[in-house]
């Protein structure tokens, strides 16, 4: 899905490949797109989908975001970091962002994609193997960090590094924090949620909330591909070994994302949760977005879920940027933090 292809023969209409049918399931490798919505700055308010994110122009200009150099999990692992004071004074709160999948880092386009962000400091993590000046399409993932990849894994060197953190936090403003999770991202937060003190809110961006493997089958069945996810699930039901990749994935990777929990944690957790997403997503279904936001109106924690209409998996539609919108709801909230994190958002406009 890189760009356009000639028309099929008849013989090749009957039924898409596999591997195109899942490359398109989970964003050719960019389930998280980190980012249609930066790639609309990068080449116009229209631009949409993975082709326009596997290659961003870089940013020429002095970055507020510096590099820092976090533990990971186990000898040696390291989480490199992007981090950013507060662009205007007084400093109201700390957002702390997982980013979605793939091995590009989001160094590129930082400053415009976090620019709405203004009394907050920024921590972005990447992934281990990942560098934040990193712009390596999806297909070009190395082969190690195809086997590193998954969602276990991502979570234990997330969790290092947010330790590590909070224990370097020590002495510093004390602050409300956000946990923010992009498409993929978004399946760590309950989890590292006891790790992030004074955590005011989760903040899903292009997550269904359901979990992964039951949001993938309801896009298969969108796209009418349901054959073709049920042979993935044979595959990871198979004692194929980890290491096998398929669909430019190791096994392993779609092992963890097969029996991931995060409906349930999401529902049962404490804290406020913000969910956002676009009305023309591509990669994630409105039926997945629905099924979760009727579960969640029994939490007994606030829930409060946006819409974006025209908004594709970026939450990016022609002339409107509905990333910088949610920056706006989050300052809202950091100006009256009294009214809790969806309180603060009743009566502001879609």
Same mark, same amino acid.
């Given at each position: 899905? $890189?760009?356009?292809?000639?028309?099929?023969?008849?013989?090749?209409?009957?039924?898409?490949?596999?591997?195109?049918?899942?490359?398109?399931?989970?964003?050719?490798?960019?389930?998280?797109?980190?980012?249609?919505?930066?790639?609309?700055?990068?080449?116009?308010?229209?631009?949409?989908?993975?082709?326009?994110?596997?290659?961003?122009?870089?940013?020429?200009?002095?970055?507020?975001?510096?590099?820092?150099? *976090?533990?990971?999990?186990?000898?040696?692992? $390291?989480?490199?970091? *992007?981090? /950013?004071?507060?662009?205007?004074?007084?400093?109201?709160?700390? =957002?702390?962002?997982?980013?979605?999948?793939?091995?590009?880092?989001?160094?590129?386009?930082?400053?415009?994609?976090?620019?709405?962000?203004?009394?907050?400091?920024?921590?972005?993590?990447?992934?281990?193997?990942?560098? +934040?000046?990193?712009?390596?399409?999806?297909?070009?993932?190395?082969?190690?960090?195809?086997?590193?990849?998954?969602?276990?894994?991502?979570?234990?060197?997330?969790?290092?590094?947010?330790?590590? &953190?909070?224990?370097?936090?020590?002495?510093?403003?004390?602050?409300?924090?956000?946990?923010?999770?992009?498409?993929?991202?978004?399946?760590?937060?309950?989890?590292?949620?006891?790790?992030?003190? /004074?955590?005011?809110?989760?903040?899903?961006?292009?997550?269904?909330? *359901?979990?992964?493997?039951?949001?993938?089958?309801?896009?298969?069945?969108?796209?009418?591909?349901?054959?073709?996810?049920?042979?993935?699930?044979?595959? =990871?039901?198979? @004692?194929? +070994? &980890?290491?096998?990749?398929?669909?430019?994935?190791?096994?392993?990777?779609?092992?963890?994302?097969?029996?991931?929990?995060?409906?349930?944690? *999401?529902?049962?957790?404490?804290?406020?949760?913000?969910?956002?997403?676009? @009305?023309? &997503?591509?990669?994630?279904?409105?039926?997945?977005?629905?099924?979760?936001?009727?579960?969640?109106?029994?939490?007994?924690?606030?829930?409060?879920?946006? /819409?974006?209409?025209?908004?594709?998996?970026?939450?990016?539609?022609?002339?409107?940027?509905?990333?910088?919108?949610?920056?706006?709801?989050?300052?809202?909230?950091?100006?009256?933090?009294?009214?809790?994190?969806?309180?603060?958002? /009743?009566?502001?406009?879609?």
């Amino acid at each position: 899905m $890189t760009g356009p292809h000639p028309p099929p023969a008849a013989s090749q209409r009957r039924r898409p490949t596999a591997s195109r049918v899942l490359a398109f399931l989970w964003g050719a490798g960019l389930r998280g797109v980190a980012l249609s919505m930066a790639a609309a700055w990068l080449t116009g308010c229209g631009g949409r989908g993975p082709a326009a994110v596997s290659q961003p122009a870089p940013q020429h200009r002095a970055s507020a975001f510096t590099l820092r150099a *976090l533990p990971g999990n186990g000898e040696g692992a $390291t989480v490199l970091a *992007l981090q /950013r004071p507060e662009r205007a004074a007084p400093l109201r709160y700390r =957002v702390i962002v997982i980013p979605g999948s793939g091995c590009a880092g989001l160094g590129a386009w930082a400053d415009r994609y976090f620019a709405g962000l203004l009394h907050a400091q920024v921590l972005v993590l990447h992934k281990p193997g990942v560098h +934040p000046d990193d712009r390596t399409a999806p297909a070009g993932c190395s082969r190690n960090f195809v086997q590193q990849d998954r969602l276990s894994a991502w979570l234990a060197h997330a969790r290092a590094a947010l330790r590590a &953190d909070a224990a370097g936090q020590r002495g510093e403003p004390a602050v409300p924090q956000l946990l923010v999770g992009i498409s993929e991202g978004a399946e760590l937060l309950p989890a590292l949620a006891p790790d992030v003190p /004074r955590l005011a809110g989760l903040v899903l961006l292009a997550s269904s909330g *359901l979990d992964p493997q039951e949001a993938g089958a309801l896009q298969a069945d969108r796209l009418g591909l349901q054959a073709d996810w049920q042979a993935l699930g044979d595959h =990871v039901a198979s @004692g194929r +070994p &980890d290491t096998a990749v398929l669909q430019g994935r190791s096994l392993g990777y779609w092992r963890d994302l097969w029996h991931w929990p995060l409906a349930a944690p *999401l529902l049962q957790g404490p804290w406020p949760v913000l969910q956002v997403w676009g @009305g023309d &997503d591509e990669l994630v279904p409105a039926a997945a977005y629905g099924r979760f936001e009727a579960q969640a109106a029994t939490r007994s924690a606030p829930y409060c879920a946006r /819409r974006i209409e025209g908004a594709d998996h970026g939450l990016q539609r022609p002339g409107m940027d509905g990333v910088q919108r949610v920056w706006a709801w989050t300052e809202q909230w950091a100006r009256s933090p009294e009214a809790g994190l969806c309180g603060a958002l /009743r009566g502001l406009p879609q």
